[in-house]
Nanobody, 120 residues
């Protein structure tokens, strides 16, 4: 299983970006997908997660009301719409997924990361 993230870039304060992350490979089911971020010198922190049904979402307090996570099961893809971006949102964003693959057990997978830079 591989996760590939797209959509990072440079944006001004108050701007928007949309990240996407597609899972590929032998996938029998996906339990949940999410986004984490890591700023230089800091630990990797949760941004948002969503269950495969789309009914269960969880957001970091710092992004509530500004970011929206969604999932498209037919494409094994998770999205993160980021609005009203702030300089403190600058980080490498990683997608994550809990997937049942060829081993028939659920395992945790990470994407390669995509840089988001918000200029002041």
């Amino acid at each position: 299983v591989q996760l590939q993230a797209f959509g990072g870039g440079l944006v001004q304060t108050g701007g928007s970006l949309r990240l996407s992350c597609a899972a590929s490979g032998i996938i029998f089911s996906i339990a949940a997908m999410g986004w984490y971020r890591q700023a230089p010198g800091k630990q990797r922190d949760l941004v948002a997660t969503i269950t495969s049904s789309g009914g269960g979402t969880n957001y970091a307090d710092s992004v509530k009301g500004r970011f929206t996570i969604s999932i498209e099961n037919a494409k094994n893809t998770v999205y993160l719409q980021m609005d009203s971006l702030k300089p403190e949102d600058t980080a490498v964003y990683y997608c994550n997924a809990l997937i049942r693959g060829a081993t028939h057990t659920f395992s945790n997978y990470w994407g390669q990361g995509t840089q988001v830079t918000v200029s002041s």
